[in-house]
């Protein structure tokens, strides 16, 4: 008998909305693969729900909060049922991206000089030199993500409001270019460039097609593109992740060498819709999204 998925979406986080493009997408290519499977909307009663229909594996296309973070993780360690991706403390880390930094950066993985602030204490002004990127400490999909780099835009940041918590990421803004790479069972697969048309690789430019140039394999220096796939595997086997991350980075070429390349975080949840970047990544290693599916849910499988 096939395997019945249970595929998780929705949720109610800020990425709510790419997690059901992402779920849906998944759902048809486990339908084109063979598999049984049904799709639920994750809401409070998620533990419940699942305690009933007691699937084989748990296909996580959550995002963000309570999806990513290691509760989700925790929740089916604890029901007993094996789920894709990273365990609960590797997703944990990766969701806080100041804990990603304290653990990674005394490994010689190159991170952004950054502060974890109370938010008051950035309006009230002098909290680092502009340019600097403001974010919350743990979302997604550029949610939140704010570059001040005149007093124009932190006239705007003190108008805008903010619901991402308290304490906020204050971090060097790095001027250059933007790399993402995929990382499937400790194997990092070509390193992908994207440009955005306009401004920075924001929510919109993420996610509507053709406000982004993607580049793959990113035309770059030999050995910093080594070195970019390098750091991607070492974050993703240091945290403890599984299956399939990505990592993203700025890469300031204009720089020295050894001060060019800096990891900004490692998803243990990427993203699965149609235009996201690890289905394009595995594509251009020779794998179909059907077979990044299948690929996925095995490696959950087989934690049994
Ligand atoms: N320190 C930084 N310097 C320049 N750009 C940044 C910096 N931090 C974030 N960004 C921009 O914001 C985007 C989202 O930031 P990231 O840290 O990857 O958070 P997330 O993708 O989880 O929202 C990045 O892809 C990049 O375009
Ligand atoms: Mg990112």
């Known amino acids: 008998m096939t395997a019945h998925v249970a595929v998780l979406l929705g949720g109610w986080s800020a990425e709510r909305e790419v997690s059901l493009l992402s779920g849906a997408a998944v759902a048809e290519a486990l339908q084109k693969a063979g598999y049984r499977f049904t799709t639920i909307d994750a809401g409070r009663d998620v533990a419940t729900t699942l305690y009933d229909l007691r699937p084989d594996v748990v296909f996580n296309a959550l995002h963000g909060p309570f999806g990513e973070d ?24 990766a969701m806080d991206k100041a804990m990603t930094k304290a653990v990674l950066a005394p490994q010689g993985i190159p991170f952004a000089e950054s502060r974890v602030v109370h938010r008051d204490a ?101 050995e910093d593109y080594s070195l970019v796939r390098e750091y991607a595997a070492h974050a993703h086997k240091a945290l403890g992740c599984r299956g399939v991350t990505r990592a993203d980075f700025r890469y300031d070429e204009k720089a020295a060498p050894g001060e060019r390349i800096f990891m900004l975080e490692i998803n243990t949840q990427p993203g699965m819709t149609p235009l996201s970047l690890v289905p394009e990544s595995a594509a251009h290693d020779g794998m179909d999204f059907v077979e990044l599916v299948r690929w996925i849910t095995e490696d959950g499988l087989c934690r049994k």
């Open 70 to 93: 290691g509760t989700m993780q925790g929740l089916l360690e604890v029901i007993g049922l094996p789920y894709t991706h990273s365990p609960v403390m590797a997703s944990a880390i």
């Open 122 to 222: 950035v309006l009230a002004g002098g909290i680092m030199d502009m340019p600097f990127v403001l974010k919350p400490v743990n979302e997604g999909s550029s949610v939140g993500v704010r570059i001040v780099a005149c007093e124009e835009d932190f006239a705007t940041l003190c108008r805008q409001p903010w619901s991402y918590g308290i304490h906020v990421l204050v971090e060097k803004y790095i001027p250059g270019r933007e790399l993402t790479v995929a990382v499937m069972d400790g194997r990092p697969l070509e390193v992908l460039e994207l440009r955005p048309r306009q401004g920075f690789y924001d929510y919109d430019a993420k996610y509507t097609e053709g406000l982004t140039e993607h580049i793959l394999p990113a035309p770059m220096d030999e």
